[in-house]
Each structure stands twice: as structure tokens, then as C-alpha cells.
């Protein structure tokens, strides 16, 4: 009885695992077994290859010869070993060249030790200092200004010298021998003349009087190259605009130009060709100093020598007075 029931209670355990069971039929198919053999072939094939091919025999590197030294071999020279080295400058330089040589060198290296402004040039001025250079001259105009009352007159003109104009002609040229060229050199004013096309050149730079006659005597010009006169010009018209287009005026104790002309006098120039303050805003020019103006200019050629002629600048009528002196009682 017992044995019954346990072998009916394993067939009904086993019927419920079997039951969920999907059996899968593989059906049989011709070209897949075509398929296998063909693959098993291409792998034989391929195995049979690789055992046939014959294998590059390994070629031993060559082992380098070159040694590392830590520390390079020093060797003292000498006259007796290397004698070409002593000779150098007999090969490349005359009896006569040799002198040459040593003053260019020692020129040289003076010129790179010199302070910027002694060799000529504009480094010493930084363009961020414009600014603060142009308020320690500028102030705020002042109510009921008159120039004619200005009480330091005297003493500012003691520091610019008259010019005349025969005299600022002279200096309208192109350098020749020992003249030195204008300070801006490519940026000179004197190339910027138009109808001077392809014959524009570089003026001379502009010595005022004392300087000249200074130069006459010792042969020796200043240290700092100058600008030339238009250059000059143009600078202190440049100035001159600048205080007139902030509304502001000049410092009292300041004075721009360093030269002034003569106006309306015989063989001098016209009033209406100068700039100069106001009457009732100091702007720094005291005198008349001729406005630049670069149509006023014309080249002309003198005996091999360009020069500009002040073309446009009109010389000052000759007045006549009303009035004679009476003659002296004696004639």
C-alpha cells in the first residue's frame, strides 16, 4: 500500500517537471552541412599555409659605436697649435683699416650705453606720459584774462631767440657733408610735401642762432639731434590745437616755442601766416611763430641742391606814411 502511494507520488512529480519542457526538433538540412564541411576545409587550407610559409630569418642590430662623454675635453690654444687664430684680423683688415676698426667698435658699444635721449631718439617719452606731461602745462582758463598784463613776459622771452626769415630759408634744404638730418628722419615733414612728388626729401635739422654760431666756433653740434624746421612748426601747431580744442590754457611759467619771427617788418613774414595766443587765453606762444602749412611750400632746384621755397607766405606791404618828416632848417 505504502508503495503504491510513493511510486504514484513520483510520477505525478515527474509529470509536472516535464511538463513545461518545450523539446526543440532540429530539422535537418543538406546545406548546412555543406556549409560545415566548407568552413572546415578553409580552415585546413588556411593551417596548411601557415606551416608552408617560410619565416624571415631575425638579422642581428648592429651595436652603435658612439660613446657619451659627460664632461667635453678642454684644450688650451696656442700660438705654436693653432697659429690661423692669432691672424684673423691681419687676413681681414689693412694697415691703414685697422685704426678705423677699433674707433666704429668703440663707437659702437658707446652708443648702446648712452641714455636714449643723448643718442636722439623718442624712447625717453613714453606715450603714457603724454598725458601727464600735457597737465603739468594745461590749466583752466582764467576769467578776465588780458596778455598785456602778464608779468613774466620779459623773462620768457629771454629763452627764445628772433629768427629771421632769410635765416629759416637757409635750413628749408636737404643736409649736405656734415649737416645732420632731421630727428624724425622718415617721418619728416619734408617728404610730406606733395608737389614735390617723387623729389620730396628729408630736411636738415634746424640750429637756432646761438647754437649755429656755436657750431661755427667749435665745429661740434649739440648732442641731441634736432627736429627740422617744419617739423617744428608742425609740432607747435600740433600743440597749439590741442590746448585750443580742450578749452584750457598754458601755465603762466611756461613758454612752448623756442624761437619766434618777426612779422610785418620789410623782407619778413605777414601776420596772417603765424599762429599766437589769444588775447584772453595764454596758450603758450608769446611771439608770432609761422603756422605750417604744406601747400605753402614748393620744391626748387639750386645747383644740384633741392631746397623748398615759402611760396605761399606773402611778404609784408611796404607803408607809406602819411606824414614826411619836415626837412631841417639848414637845407
Request: a positive charge.
Amino acid at each position: 500500500m505504502s508503495g503504491s502511494i510513493k511510486e504514484s507520488f513520483e510520477r505525478a512529480f515527474k509529470d509536472k517537471n516535464t511538463s513545461n519542457v518545450v523539446v526543440k526538433e532540429t530539422e535537418s538540412d543538406e546545406d548546412s552541412g555543406k556549409e560545415h564541411d566548407k568552413q572546415v576545409a578553409m580552415k585546413r587550407a588556411k593551417k596548411r599555409r601557415r606551416v608552408s610559409r617560410v619565416r624571415p630569418s631575425k638579422v642581428q642590430k648592429e651595436i652603435s659605436q658612439f660613446t657619451v662623454r659627460t664632461v667635453a675635453p678642454k684644450e688650451r690654444v696656442t700660438a705654436e697649435k693653432y697659429p690661423e687664430i692669432l691672424s684673423v684680423d691681419e687676413e681681414f683688415s689693412s694697415k691703414g683699416q685697422q685704426t678705423e676698426l677699433i674707433i666704429a667698435e668703440n663707437r659702437f658699444f658707446e652708443k648702446d650705453n648712452t641714455e636714449s635721449w643723448a643718442r636722439g631718439e623718442y624712447t625717453h617719452m613714453r606715450p603714457v606720459d603724454y598725458l601727464f606731461v600735457r597737465a603739468l602745462i594745461q590749466r583752466p582758463k582764467i576769467a578776465h584774462f588780458d596778455i598785456h598784463q602778464m608779468n613774466d613776459k620779459e623773462r620768457l622771452r629771454a629763452n627764445i631767440e628772433a629768427v629771421t626769415r632769410e635765416y629759416e630759408q637757409s635750413y628749408l634744404c636737404e643736409p649736405i657733408g656734415s649737416q645732420r638730418a632731421c630727428l624724425m628722419e622718415g617721418g619728416c615733414e619734408g617728404l610730406q610735401i606733395t608737389n614735390a612728388k617723387d623729389r620730396a626729401f628729408i630736411l636738415r635739422e634746424f640750429l637756432k642762432p646761438s647754437e649755429q654760431r656755436e657750431y661755427e666756433a667749435t665745429g661740434k653740434y649739440p648732442p641731441e639731434r634736432r627736429l627740422c624746421l617744419m617739423c617744428k612748426r608742425m609740432e607747435l601747431a600740433r600743440a597749439h590745437t590741442n590746448i585750443r580744442a580742450d578749452g584750457m590754457g598754458v601755465r603762466e611759467d611756461t613758454i612752448l616755442p623756442d624761437w619766434r619771427n618777426l612779422v610785418d617788418v620789410e623782407g619778413e613774414y605777414r601776420l596772417e601766416d603765424c599762429i599766437v595766443s589769444s588775447r584772453e587765453v595764454y596758450e603758450g606762444i608769446l611771439d608770432p611763430v609761422v603756422l605750417h602749412v604744406r601747400s605753402a611750400y614748393r620744391l626748387q632746384e639750386k645747383n644740384g641742391k633741392r631746397y623748398y621755397d615759402q611760396w605761399r607766405m606773402g611778404y609784408p606791404e611796404k607803408k607809406e606814411h602819411l606824414f614826411q618828416t619836415p626837412p631841417h632848417p639848414s637845407k
